[in-house]
T-cell receptor
């Protein structure tokens, strides 16, 4: 199929690490993205990784890319209640400019 | 704040009607993208404009059309509205093809 797959829901305790996983569709995808959507808000670009990289770290965020398995993950260290949101994985295929999004993972951080 | 603005924030209308959604991209961004977010379909790419010209088309219905004006703002026109058109409509802009910044969205409710 043509779907970017993500698990729908993740619950973690405040202070723990969160890992959100994504499987994308196109091995020729050039860029892979993580967006965050808080209730009633738009999509905030969190980070992205170019396909020739394995890992990217940005403060509390770590992105890991396994091109062989077409697997992308987002790790949030020291998760806070303000991190509660929906996280979307997206790919930009080599053939175009539009982003192909997953259905989103709803992250709930409990005190 | 991504720098992308969209108006109106909310729109309530009746079936069969026509509406126009407006988007102003970030200063300097030449590309504008429109996406639809619904509960059943997730985030779907509709159409892209680059410097006034249509660049790519996605899952856009024939009842929908868009344009980008010389000042680079864009409008998405939705006509003969149906209940199923109720969704969040996002505009995104980019200067480079690798990063798209999203506006806050317009929530359309068709009654």
């Amino acid at each position: 199929g043509e779907d970017v797959e993500q698990s729908l829901f993740l619950s973690v305790r405040e202070g723990d690490s969160s890992v959100i996983n994504c499987t994308y569709t196109d091995s020729s995808s050039t860029y892979l993205y993580w967006y965050k959507q808080e209730p009633g808000a738009g999509l905030q670009l969190l980070t992205y990784i170019f396909s020739n990289m394995d890992m990217k770290q940005d403060q509390r965020l770590t992105v890991l890319l396994n091109k062989k398995d077409k697997h992308l993950s987002l790790r949030i260290a020291d998760t806070q209640t303000g991190d509660s949101a929906i996280y979307f994985c997206a790919e930009k295929r080599n053939s175009g400019y539009a982003l192909n999004f997953g259905k989103g993972t709803s992250l709930l951080v409990t005190p | 704040d991504s720098g992308v603005t969209q108006t109106p924030k909310h729109l309530i209308t009746a079936t069969g009607q026509r509406v126009t959604l407006r988007c102003s991209p970030r200063s300097g961004d030449l590309s504008v993208y429109w996406y639809q977010q619904s509960l059943d379909q997730g985030l779907q790419f509709l159409i892209q404009y680059y410097n006034g010209e249509e660049r790519a088309k996605g899952n856009i219905l024939e009842r929908f059309s868009a344009q980008q004006f010389p000042d680079l703002h864009s409008e998405l026109n939705l006509s003969s509205l149906e209940l199923g058109d109720s969704a969040l409509y996002f505009c995104a802009s980019s200067v480079a093809p690798d990063t798209q910044y999203f506006g806050p969205g317009t929530r359309l409710t068709v009654l």
